[in-house]
């Protein structure tokens, strides 16, 4: 690095638990002890280092967090340095550094800061403590120390402000409503760039343009023109952003419904649809067709459909085994295993209809019943917490299970290990990861089917399709 140059390495602190000089026993123990949110890092510029630490009441790690806490940091360092790029490094969670939002944020703000250009690099799972930890354990020991020592309770960030004469570290406190205010700036209608967790470095050249690669490399100098590792670039419309910031989203399908079976339809070919069932004739479920005019509508059990498989759906829950021209599937999300070979592979990538990759939720009505498909995720809610699922990971399929949501359209997944073809088990110490809603080839109708006493798999037509959707075959 030159002159011309700023290194940021950051990352958020566990929080700091508020002690009282003197408190009784519950205080210590109570479930519901106030928290301090510290954001810690350390800068490099020319010859120079600054530790700084931010402190807020406000417990968000989220975006609008993040560049609120880095706001009166590089606001600083910029007057005081005069640097033309900055380069940041941080450690990789979805929910806050890696993610669609934050790499649009910074493709915009390090230019109204006055910046030329500049890099985000993101360290390797696990390969994230540094230097930027260590600024967050002499804060959080020097808070102690001036409880046991001096008598004063911290309490609140400004407490932590207060200390700022007791270290070398720059300390900072972020309002809740510096926090809001980025919020309110965060667009609704950012794409997300493809294979965002196989990222490890973002470069900017131009405001809204991002370039990105697998590794970091920085053999393009300070003009930031390296080519190694194909990187590729996403243009971000910035227009179109605004545009989405300034709208408040309606429910799926940006879509405002009126009264009960009314609706108000958003963007071409986006409407919310009235009661449930209205857009399908009769009660749901009366009918199973199969290929346009090639199906005999009844109840559930008593239709059948044409060519594409010959199947005879029988009762909820029936379920025979067998090829997948050969089967007795039940209802839709009934899946059928059986063998399967290459021949199956091409059969199914080729079938029309029933058997097309990538049908979303929401496209599941009654005239569209596949007997195996992906099911992906439109909407990330409540109600796909302890649904079985298939994520992407490097581009390697692993089965897991949703434990929890967030309002970053991200989901939390518990998962197997992989260890085969198609061959999961789940490990002796839990594996969670936040996953962005992109990274769910599908959601499962099940738990993958035990095929030994630890060991178990997918069932191999929604196999199939997923190494298909994955370009794995």
Not at 221 to 229: A, I, R, S, T
Not at 310 to 329: F, K, L, M
């Amino acid at each position: 690095m030159n002159h011309e140059e700023i290194i940021m390495h950051i990352d958020f602190s566990e929080n700091y638990n508020c002690k009282y000089s003197s408190e009784i026993q519950s205080m210590h123990f109570g479930a519901s002890q106030r928290q301090i949110s510290l954001h810690t890092g350390v800068a490099y510029v020319a010859e120079k280092t600054f530790s700084f630490c931010t402190a807020s009441d406000c417990l968000k790690h989220g975006l609008a967090a993040i560049w609120a806490h880095l706001h009166p940091v590089i606001s600083n360092l910029k007057e005081e340095s005069g640097a033309k790029r900055i380069h940041f490094i941080s450690d990789g969670p979805t929910t806050q550094y890696r993610n669609k939002h934050n790499m649009y944020f910074f493709s915009q703000k390090i230019y109204q800061y006055g910046f030329e250009g500049g890099t985000w690099n993101f360290l390797e799972a696990a390969h994230g403590k540094g230097a930027a930890d260590g600024v967050g354990a002499a804060v959080k020991r020097l808070a102690d120390r001036s409880v046991l020592v001096t008598g004063k309770d911290i309490m609140s960030a400004s407490d932590i402000k207060g200390l700022a004469s007791e270290t070398k570290v720059s300390l900072y406190t972020i309002s809740e409503e510096d926090i809001s205010n980025i919020e309110a700036d965060i667009p609704s209608n950012i794409k997300p760039i493809p294979k965002t967790m196989q990222i490890h470095q973002l470069v900017t050249k131009t405001r809204g343009n991002v370039l990105h690669r697998v590794l970091s490399c920085f053999c393009g100098g300070e003009f930031l023109e390296c080519v190694c590792f194909t990187p590729s670039t996403t243009v971000f419309n910035i227009e179109e952003a605004v545009r989405g910031r300034d709208s408040a989203p309606g429910p799926v399908g940006d879509s405002v419904p009126g009264p009960v079976g009314e609706s108000v339809p958003g963007p071409v070919g986006d409407s919310a649809p009235g009661p449930v069932g209205d857009s399908a004739p009769g009660p749901v479920g009366d009918s199973v067709p199969g290929p346009v005019g090639e199906s005999v509508p009844g109840p559930v059990g008593e239709s059948v459909p044409g060519p594409v498989g010959d199947s005879v759906p029988g009762p909820v829950g029936d379920y025979v085994p067998g090829t997948v021209a050969d089967s007795e599937p039940g209802p839709v999300g009934d899946y059928v295993p059986g063998p399967i070979d290459d021949q199956t592979v091409q059969e199914i990538s080729a079938a029309p209809g029933p058997l097309s990759v990538g049908v979303h939720a929401s496209d599941q009505t009654s005239d569209h019943l596949p007997s195996a498909k992906l099911v992906k995720v439109d909407v990330v809610d409540e109600s796909l917490i302890s649904r079985h699922c298939v994520v992407s990971y490097d581009n390697i399929p692993f089965s897991g299970k949703i434990v929890d949501v967030d309002d970053d359209e991200e989901v939390e997944v518990s998962v197997m290990h992989k260890i085969g073809r198609n061959r999961y088990f789940w490990p002796a110490r839990e594996d969670r990861l936040w996953y962005p809603k992109e990274m769910i080839v599908t959601l499962l109708p099940d738990a993958p089917g035990q095929v030994t006493k630890r060991h178990s798999e997918i069932d191999p037509h929604i196999w199939a399709l997923i190494e298909i959707d994955m370009d794995l075959v």
